[in-house]
């Protein structure tokens, strides 16, 4: 395969994996700098991927630890891997976080209702609880559905560089780089 082919191909795959949450890589791994310095990373949901745009996006809650990790920091990366056909898909970009307007409130109507139970917490994620059930607080307390829409938000990631690895042929792994300059990407083959 030549370096535009798997150009292509890797953003069919965050493309099919933001549309199909079976796909493999429909659960990427996000990484940041902790607020301390340390490395964090969590996993996330691929929600919308342009390769027009440079564009690969997932939801969160605005309260959560990684949003004020972007907001002082907003390098990121995502990993993802395809465990049974041996690929492995690096992204290294920028994120934004989208708090207000339309691309945000078109993401919350377009998400399905059991995607955003969480956001109608009244306690922030992470806050210590002593029981499950005890983040939605008295049942009297539970928020409406469009209620959740104040923690919601989107983080646009906009790539500076992609890694692909393919180990599906043992005798001949395969690793490429591809990095954005300006609106171009150049390719070049790695060592694995
Ligand atoms: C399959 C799966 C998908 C997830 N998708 C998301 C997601 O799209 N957005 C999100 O904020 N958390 C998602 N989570 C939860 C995160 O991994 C994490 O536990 C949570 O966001 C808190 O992360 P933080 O404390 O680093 O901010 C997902 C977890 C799993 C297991």
């Known amino acids: 395969m030549k370096l535009g082919e798997i150009y292509l191909r890797i953003w069919g795959c965050l493309a099919a994996a933001a549309s199909e949450s079976d796909h493999a890589f429909n659960a990427m791994q996000a990484s940041t700098i902790g607020l301390d310095g340390a490395p964090n990373l969590r996993t996330v949901a691929l929600r919308r991927v342009s390769e027009p745009e440079n564009l690969i996006s997932f939801h969160t ?3 959560s630890p ?3 990790e972007l907001d002082r920091e907003p390098r990121i990366a995502l990993a993802g891997v395809d465990s ?3 690929l492995q898909i690096r992204v290294f970009g920028e994120a934004r ?3 207000d307007g339309p691309v945000r409130v078109d993401a919350w109507k377009a998400s399905r209702d059991h995607d955003l139970i969480q956001y109608r917490t009244l306690l922030a994620p992470g806050t210590p609880i002593a029981q499950p059930r005890d983040a939605f607080g008295k049942k009297s307390d539970i ?3 469009d209620e959740g829409l104040a923690h919601f938000c989107v983080v646009e990631v906009r ?3 992609i890694d692909w690895l ?4 043992a005798d001949n792994p395969k690793r490429a780089r591809f990095i954005r ?3 171009e990407w150049t390719r070049k083959w790695i060592a694995p």
């Open 159 to 161: 790539a500076v560089s």
């Open 166 to 169: 393919d180990l599906s042929e």
């Open 181 to 183: 300059s300006g609106d």
């Open 143 to 145: 928020p409406g559905p």
């Open 61 to 63: 809650d605005l309260r």
């Open 84 to 86: 049974d056909r041996k």
């Open 66 to 68: 990684k949003v004020a």
């Open 97 to 99: 976080i989208i708090r």
